[in-house]
């Protein structure tokens, strides 16, 4: 039997069994430890080493409200991050924007590092347009988002570099001039 989530054997697992002379048939199940050290339960949990549990997408849960992505990026309960290299991403919060309406908000907050929220001011966020406009924002994270227009939205910014390796662009359908007049 060949386990998807590892595309190994289960025989390379070793099963843990505790079982005693007065008690054959215990109530709990015994995981398989697998050679990474995940224990994987009989009914289809899989505990990963460092506590957390493995998610049917990939993800892993932890106890504490954590949730690992696919892509290995931690992603806390308040929407900051903490990526790959351990690098500390905070969520942007209300205060950070001006503007009241989607594709009207201007970031005006001192962080040259943010994630970006997914509802601004109770408004869910599709429209970024001239958000980043002469500002020295360096890294903007949005790892699931509903974003579709990007119009201008870095244009004029001042910093020398931008880091948008973790901005999903997944669902942009326009982003003319996004970078217009850009250092």
Known sequence: KINPLYGSEMLDAIWIDSR?????????????IHPNGDKEY?????ETSDGGLRQADGSIKYPNGDVRNKDGILVHPDGSVTL???????????ADFSGTSDGNFKYTGAKRSIVL???IKGV?????NYMFQNTYIERVVSLDNNINFVYNMFSNTQAT??????FDTSKVTRMDKMFYLSQ
């Open 20 to 32: 005693s002379e007065e008690d054959p048939e215990p109530e709990t199940t015994y995981p398989i």
């Open 42 to 46: 009989e009914d289809g949990r899989i």
């Open 84 to 94: 790959n290299d351990g690098t500390y991403v905070p969520i942007a919060t209300d």
């Open 117 to 119: 929220p997914k509802v």
């Open 124 to 128: 869910t966020l599709t429209k970024a």
């Open 161 to 166: 570099s931008l880091d948008l390796s973790l």
